[in-house]
């Protein structure tokens, strides 16, 4: 008969010894064999929210540059139309639209490819626009641009050209009289804030006023300025302003 055992039956000793070892193989071996799998699910949800976020970046890369084309086609377009009519005329002012065309088109093609540039640059490229608007419209347009730039902070390429253009564009159409645009720049090395201001046609309905351009700017800054920006939008019967605010670092 063994020790633990009585008439057969096990004692209360040895069923203690039992459980016991239970518990220990339990808590102390089955973990043991566990590790190396929780090893593996851990790597694997890394290396998943790891490519993860390289698609959303990607994604993001794709959706920048896909709006940034949809800003400029028409604006070349309607540039080289009137290049070709001041060819047909021998006007003195072909040879500037064609300097002004081809600053813009290597700005935009080869210059402005990092994520951020620095505002002098853009201020450049907007008065190169600016110029060849003012020969596209003559006196039907009358465009003024300040600036107050403290230092020379960076920001994305592209966001004013799109605001310029954007009150170029609908304070011309259909407009019989003189359209007339306004534009102030001030920037520190923390801080730009840009307003545009736009007559309106009397022809043009206020809601019609806006487009496709404010929606796609809205869009960028929402990707590329999530929380540092502000874009407010004021109207009434006669002007349309936009006002822009970009916190930089």
Known sequence: MRFFEVN?????????????????????????????????????FYLTQRQLLKVSEQKQKAELKALKNQLNPHFIFNTLNNLYALTLQKSERAPIVIEKLSDILDYVLYRCNEKYVYLES??????????LEEIRYGKRIQVTLETNIESNPKIAPLLLLNLVENACKHSTSEEIGLAKVSIAIDANESQVYCTINNTIPSLIKPSQS???????????????????????????????????KIEVK
């Open 210 to 244: 806006g487009g496709i351009g404010l929606q796609n700017l809205q869009r960028q800054l929402d990707l590329i300025y999530p929380n540092q920006h502000q874009l407010l939008i004021e109207q009434d019967s006669a002007s349309f302003q936009v006002t822009l």
């Open 122 to 131: 853009e201020v450049a490229l907007l008065k190169s626009y600016i110029t």
């Open 8 to 44: 057969g039956k096990r004692t209360l000793l040895e069923r203690m010894f039992s459980l016991w070892t239970m518990k220990y193989l339990f808590f102390w071996k089955f973990p043991q064999h566990l590790y190396p799998a929780f090893i593996l699910i851990a790597h694997s």
